[in-house]
């Protein structure tokens, strides 16, 4: 069966989601977040896009996106997921679907104030949602830039942030307020199909290779090997340093 195109317009954000396939924890290991930044350069040397907000987690990853023309996206999500895959089965020493199905698209017009900020929050939120961070500042996430007013390489500020303030620090101080009163929803377990069980009733079957959260995870992971190149470092150093929260560059000094 055809999949249904998406309905895709001018002047609008995109909030996309994209998950490792079988929801396995793939993104877990540091280097391969690191290299999700040098493909989202890549992408944006090709494609020009205004990227609002980014959040790279251990099993899936979120964007906030302005394609330059809306029938550019599928190309951008194209050209990001095909070229992850290619690097992470390479890293990890694996075959197959990298990413599972098709990506969530959820479209709003730019100008939707509350929309883009609920959406920018909720993206940021993620790592405390999933109770990996106690506040918003995350290395892989575009928060800090918003708080601490940076410029990480990558994204830039949504016009909604901009309209907070009648300052860049007022906006950030704003946002910094919205954001410390935001209370994630409890996730639930996703229901599964259970047809295979029904169909196996009786038969022993050994237990199913790890996909759980890392840290629960007793597994060691192959490896990731990849080679070290200037221009990744400096990506990936931008990103994290504009990002990272002040006492952490404090930490690191």
């Not at 494609?47 to 809306?70: D, G, R, T, W």
């Not at 095909?82 to 990506?103: I, P, Q, S, V």
């Not at 575009?142 to 949504?158: M, P, V």
């Not at 007022?170 to 069980?197: D, I, L, N």
């Amino acid at each position: 069966m055809p999949r249904k195109p998406r309905n895709l317009q001018s002047g609008y954000s995109y909030h996309i989601t994209i998950r490792c396939n079988n929801r396995e924890f793939k993104l877990q290991k540091r280097k391969c977040r690191e290299v999700f930044l040098y493909a989202i350069q890549k992408a944006l040397n090709k494609y020009k896009f205004k990227l609002y907000a980014l959040c790279i987690m251990s099993n899936h990853v979120h964007y906030l996106i302005e394609p330059a023309q809306p029938e550019d996206l599928p190309k951008i999500m194209h050209f990001l997921n095909w070229y992850t895959a290619m690097c992470f089965n390479r890293m990890l020493r694996r075959t197959g679907h990298f990413w599972e199905k098709r990506y969530f698209c959820d479209g709003f017009p730019v100008s939707d104030r509350d929309r883009a900020l609920n959406t920018l929050r909720y993206i940021h939120g993620n790592p405390k949602a999933a109770k990996m961070r106690s506040g918003f500042f995350y290395d892989f996430s575009n928060y800090g830039s918003y708080e601490r007013l940076t410029d990480d390489g990558l994204t830039q500020w949504h016009p909604a942030f901009l309209q907070l303030g009648n300052s860049l620090e007022e906006c950030a101080r704003k946002y910094k307020g919205f954001c410390q009163r935001y209370k994630p929803k409890e996730k639930k377990t996703p229901t599964q199909c259970h047809w295979g069980s029904k169909l196996l009733a009786g038969v022993h079957l050994s237990k199913p290779g790890p996909t759980t959260h890392p840290k629960k995870s007793k597994s060691r992971l192959v490896r990731c090997q990849v080679s070290e190149s200037p221009e990744l470092t400096r990506i990936v150093r931008q990103f994290i340093e504009a990002n990272r929260a002040p006492w952490q560059l404090e930490k690191d000094c």
